[in-house]
Structure formats: C-alpha cells, structure tokens
C-alpha cells in the first residue's frame, strides 16, 4: 500500500517560515512528480498546485502566487519532498495536501485531477 507522510504545519506570523515534508513509501515507480495543492478553508481544493518537482531531473513548477516564496526540493533516495514556504502570508492559509504522480506532467507537473496518491494534509495557518 502506497502511504504518503505529511508533516511541518502549524500556526506562523505573517512574514515567518515553515518547512513542510512529505514522505512516501511502497510507490509502485521510480518516476514520478511530487506536488503540493492546498485547500482554503471554506473552498475547493485548487486543482493547480502549489508546486511540483520531478523526481528524474528535478524540474520545478511554482504557482505564481508562492513564486519567490516558496521553494521545493526532494530527497530521491528517501522518496520524499520538501516546501520551504517564507515570507507567508496569511492568504497561504489552508490545508497542504502532498500528492504524487507517475512522471512529470507537462509544464506544471502534477496533474490536479490526475494525481495517484495523496496525502491526508497538513494545516498551516498565518495569522498575527
């Protein structure tokens, strides 16, 4: 059974940081895109993601929203990725999904409604 591991929310200040990880086991390939996609309270999850890296040649995607912001990295051999988030906002509030697909889907990589698997997520709030 493939199993995602989210960790790293929390409550920050507006301008603080947080790490988010995301640890994946048992994925079925060794190609694949690892994404985050957050959900506003009170809307949809957005079907874009926050961010996406591969996983083959380490290609990145940013939302423009986080661009400067934000910033996405892997560890190939423990299968698991990782999102600085600085400078937040409290617009970044939501919940942080990690989501993993078999390769790197064309300009943004992660694919929202073609993700495998996903995560269960993880809050981060930014507020004073």
């Known amino acids: 059974e493939v199993q995602l591991v989210e960790s790293g929310g929390g409550l920050v200040q507006p301008g603080g940081s947080l790490r988010l990880s995301c640890e994946v086991s048992n994925l079925p390939f060794d190609d694949y895109a690892m994404g985050w996609f957050r959900q506003v309270p009170g809307r949809e999850r957005e079907t874009t993601a926050v961010s996406c890296i591969s996983s083959s040649d380490g290609r990145t995607y940013y939302t423009n929203s986080v661009k400067g912001r934000f910033t996405i990295s892997s560890d190939k051999v423990k299968n698991a990725a990782y999102l600085q988030m600085d400078l937040l906002e409290p617009e970044d509030t939501a919940v942080y999904y990690c989501?993993?697909?078999?390769?790197?889907?064309?300009?943004?990589?992660?694919?929202?409604?073609?993700?495998?698997?996903w995560g269960k997520g993880t809050l981060v709030t930014v507020s004073p």
């Open positions: 989501a993993v697909v078999r390769r790197f889907w064309g300009t943004t990589g992660c694919p929202g409604y073609g993700m495998d698997y």
